[in-house]
């Protein structure tokens, strides 16, 4: 079955530590987003990829990292830089080709101790 | 800029009635898109319909319902008949034409449907 996945489900860091989040697609969509999403404040977006190698920042990229060496995967990292990483994340996909809807993977809820 | 807004950030209401989530957007762009996610306890995001600026065709799907006005620049969306599985925060998103655009969400309407 095609579709997202994000892993881990649940993740506990330490602060000041730097945690990468997963993101896979088997979709073959070109283009690729990360949210950011907190209790009342709808998803924020964070990073998205038109294409293998470029990335663009979106309304809160402060503080995270992104790569898109694969057209499959679009990691996050999450930095000692972000003041208050705690947060579910949502990555999602796209296909450009006819303005459809995005795809959303499962989420990972990051939880910074 | 690209706005989207969702005025209700919470509603109740009790099964079988009819509920209506507003969106009113704010664009310059003159071809867009615009979208409905359903996202239940789980987490994950559902979506649920995407209608283009030149479509302003109202769109029924079982119990649900759409309603597009440009001239009010409204998307909104409604429950008949609603039901505890109903239950869940819905988002209204936009989009300009151009499939790598990025989409701008609305802080999204908590619906609880109580029995």
């Known amino acids: 079955d095609g579709g997202i996945t994000q892993s881990p489900k649940y993740l506990f860091r330490k602060e000041g530590q730097n945690v990468t989040l997963s993101c896979e697609q088997n979709?073959?969509?070109?283009?690729m987003y990360w949210y950011r999403q907190d209790p009342g404040q709808g998803l924020r977006l964070i990073y998205y990829?038109?294409?293998?190698?470029?990335?663009q920042k979106g309304d809160i990229a402060e503080g995270y990292s992104v790569s898109r060496e694969k057209k499959e995967s679009f990691p996050l990292t999450v930095t000692s830089a972000q003041k208050n990483p705690t947060a579910f994340y949502l990555c999602?996909?796209?296909?450009?080709?006819?303005?459809?809807?995005?795809?959303f993977g499962p989420g990972t809820r990051l939880t910074v101790l | 800029a690209q706005k989207v807004t969702q005025a209700q950030t919470e509603i109740s209401v009790v099964e079988k009635e009819d509920v209506t989530l507003d969106c009113v957007y704010e664009?310059?762009?003159?071809?867009?898109?615009l979208f409905w996610y359903k996202q239940p306890p789980s987490g994950e995001l559902v979506f649920l319909i995407r209608?283009?600026?030149?479509?302003?065709q109202n769109e029924i799907s079982g119990r649900y319902s759409w309603n597009f006005q440009k001239s009010t620049s409204s998307f909104n969306f409604t429950i008949t008949a609603s039901q505890v599985v109903d239950s869940a925060v819905y988002f209204c998103?936009?989009?300009?034409?151009?499939?790598?655009?990025?989409?701008?969400f609305g802080i999204g309407t908590k619906l609880q449907v109580i029995p």
């Open positions: 999602a996909s796209r296909d450009g080709r006819v303005w459809g809807e995005q795809f």
């Open positions: 979709l073959n969509h070109d283009a």
């Open positions: 990829s038109q294409i293998v190698n470029d990335f």
């Open positions: 664009t310059r762009d003159t071809t867009y898109y």
């Open positions: 209608r283009n600026s030149f479509d302003e």
């Open positions: 998103a936009l989009s300009a034409a151009g499939g790598y655009q990025k989409v701008t």
